[in-house]
């Protein structure tokens, strides 16, 4: 069965979905995006990354197409067109629309592109949730709004694409002597017994499943602080996660080929594993 996305106000095939080459999103990656993870046809937290998307838009001056209640109407609408798929990674994109090239905003205003499709979510398998991952650090090269959830993402991508040739599953991204974020993920670290996580500001995009994880701390009397954790924390840390939208909640054994602690997931990541996936079952699949 083919899947359906939504563009511009139509639902229609994906292999049917096209764009002008004048779009600015393709000529200046000049748009904003959000990954929304879909439980049993349930988009998780969705009030959450719709509001981020309205930050990312309102942060680079592109007019939000459609209201709170239109938006949940097309996810909504798409979930079920696609629900030949189990759980799904939902992705809305909006670009600044369809100009002549140059590089100023259009004028008069263009309508802006809105484009939404759904994928498989494929989520962490058991085997590496028990066994953990490596990562590696390199230097954050990026700009300095990370906190916009940019369709820009070279940079990104060259980070990520150094994990991949190092065969490890992120890359830590370090600025100014601090741990910032991975290339497609947020990081907590914890250190005698207290969960550390680095502050929301420019140089990293708050992540709904960043929050997630403070709020289960908080509620469940996990000791944690929010501020700058240095490359010497990062590097002598007890236990370090990746948080995101697919990724969950995942441990990381072995940084820049040397063990974290003893190389294994260590005890305060299986318990917030835990507490995570109790929360999600709860919210979004209530009669399992």
């Known amino acids: 069965m083919s899947d359906t996305v939504y563009l511009n106000g139509s639902f229609l095939p994906l292999e049917q979905a096209t764009i002008p080459v004048l779009d600015r999103g393709f000529i200046f990656g000049d748009g904003v995006y959000e990954v929304i993870p879909v439980y049993s046809a349930q988009p998780f937290r969705l009030d959450e990354h719709l509001g981020r998307l309205a930050l990312s838009l309102e942060a680079i001056r592109i007019r939000n197409p459609l209201d709170i209640a239109a938006w949940r109407n097309v996810v909504v609408d798409l979930i079920n067109a696609n629900r030949h798929l189990d759980d799904q990674s939902l992705y809305i994109q909006v670009t600044r629309g369809v100009a002549p ?3 100023a905003f259009p004028k008069p205003e263009v309508a802006p592109t809105v484009l939404l499709m759904s994928m498989p979510l494929a989520t962490p398998s058991p085997a590496l949730i028990e066994s953990g991952v490596s990562a590696i650090t390199a230097l954050d090269i990026r700009w300095q709004r990370c906190n916009i959830k940019a369709i820009s993402l070279l940079a990104n991508v060259l980070l990520r694409q150094e994990a991949v040739d190092h065969d490890v599953a992120e890359t830590l991204m370090l600025r100014d002597g601090y741990l910032t974020e991975g290339s497609s993920s947020n990081i907590f670290v914890v250190k005698d017994g207290v969960l550390l ?4 500001n420019q140089h990293m995009l708050p992540g709904i499943t960043y929050d997630v994880v403070l709020e289960l701390a908080q509620a469940h009397g996990l000791p ?13 840390a007890d236990e370090i996660w990746l948080t995101s939208s697919t990724k969950e909640v995942l441990a990381v054994i072995m940084l820049d080929g040397v063990a974290v602690s003893d190389g294994k997931p260590g005890p305060i990541f299986k318990r917030m594993y835990a507490l995570y996936q109790a ?4 919210v979004m699949r209530p009669t399992r």
């Not at 929360?279 to 709860?282: S, W």
């Open 101 to 103: 090239r140059d590089q």
């Open 197 to 200: 996580a680095p502050p929301k």
């Open 224 to 236: 944690f602080r929010v501020g700058p954790v240095s490359e010497a924390q990062l590097r002598t």
């Open 279 to 282: 929360f999600k079952n709860q």
